[in-house]
């Protein structure tokens, strides 16, 4: 006679189960998953062959998959793309800071995520950069958006502030502290900004960056196709 | 009658092997600790009484002193001091990044990092960033330092790669892996330049930005004292 848990099992309650438990206790096992769901390890096997990695990746595709734009609206230019795939993104990525390691540790190969990589590329190409550019970019805003997720799970206090008048740290800690709104989310913003501008700047060494129509890049792209 | 390796315990003993705990399995706890020492982990408690948490404490001065640098040289602005700090941070956690996640789990007290933070508050307030302005660009460069950091931990392939000619990421992978040297490096110059270029920007809207003397800051910044 089959265990009614084991019949109720399946890949959609596996993955809401790791996601809980990394979120508490920042990492997972496959006895440690199949204990919170009250079923076999072999079991868990049954609907996830590969095993850890294959829920990694699962987790993966659960946060990105709708969270990054699967291409440019209509006049829409690399640089207002890439911001709001780098918003959307770090938007999945903050609410469980506590996954990013995890998936920064295995190669990517969730096929959504893959897709949201691939629409940010084609993009960025289609805009006139170069195949190494490209990557480079790709990679900072990545570098950008899960620092900012890990940030956006720190301790409401980043620094020990004993609230030295003579400290520049503590005073710009106590400037701070009485904005209202989430603190990581403005850094957020303004690094974003900064960086697509310095990006937008280093394609056009010597000449003075200004809005173009369309967007940053001056030219229309093509809406990427389905992956 | 003592035993000889309790005898032997040491505080930079215990950090050592702490870090290696996790450069190898991504995190410790008190008694795995102790395992690895041969000691008991009461003995452990006798030199780190505030436990895990000073631990992490320990790892974050072992890794931060001496890779931020503590004053400006002379002549440097705030751009070329920021880009010496992110630099020298970078390399630091880049070279373990699995310490990553547990350092921005926590609260920053270490006396060494905090007087690293401290010395590039100095010099942006020198060099006129306003308070709540200063502690956004701290924050943004330490999300860019460390998500870099866990992109250079993470495996040769980022992205599962068919080298399917119709992908712009796959065509972008193939043109990066033909250049020497290590990709998550040149990601990060590229990325840091982005980030000062568009942050020193932001000071001047309305105003080219144009390197001026003494750096991008354009004026000469007081070198901080000691904490």
Do not use: K, N
Request: net charge neutral; proline share 8%.
């Amino acid at each position: 006679m089959p265990r009614p848990t084991t019949a109720l099992l399946s890949r959609p309650r596996i993955l809401t189960a790791a996601l809980e438990l990394v979120d508490t206790t920042g990492t997972f096992t496959m006895p440690r998953l199949a204990a919170r769901l009250s079923v076999s390890t072999s079991s868990l096997y049954h609907h996830v062959p590969g095993g850890r990695e294959e829920v990694v990746e699962g987790l993966r595709g659960l946060l990105c998959e709708g969270a990054m734009p699967a291409g440019t609206e209509p006049g829409e230019g690399w640089r207002e793309f890439a911001g709001r795939w780098a918003r959307g993104y770090r938007a999945a990525m903050a609410a469980h800071p506590r996954v990013v390691p995890l998936l920064t540790a295995q190669t990517v190969s969730d096929p959504a995520t893959l897709a949201g990589y691939e629409a940010l590329a084609r993009v960025l190409h289609a805009d006139g950069f170069a195949d190494e550019d490209l990557l480079h970019a790709v990679t900072v805003l990545d570098c950008l958006v899960l620092g900012s997720a890990l940030d956006a799970g720190a301790p409401v206090d980043v620094w020990a502030d004993a609230g030295d008048p003579a400290s520049a740290l503590s005073r710009a800690i106590a400037a701070t502290r009485v904005q209202p709104g989430d603190r990581s989310q403005r850094s957020f913003e303004i690094g974003l900004e900064a960086l697509l501008d310095g990006l937008a700047r280093s394609r056009a060494p010597g000449r003075p960056a200004r809005p173009a129509r369309g967007g940053a890049g001056g030219r229309r792209v093509r809406t990427p196709g389905p992956p």
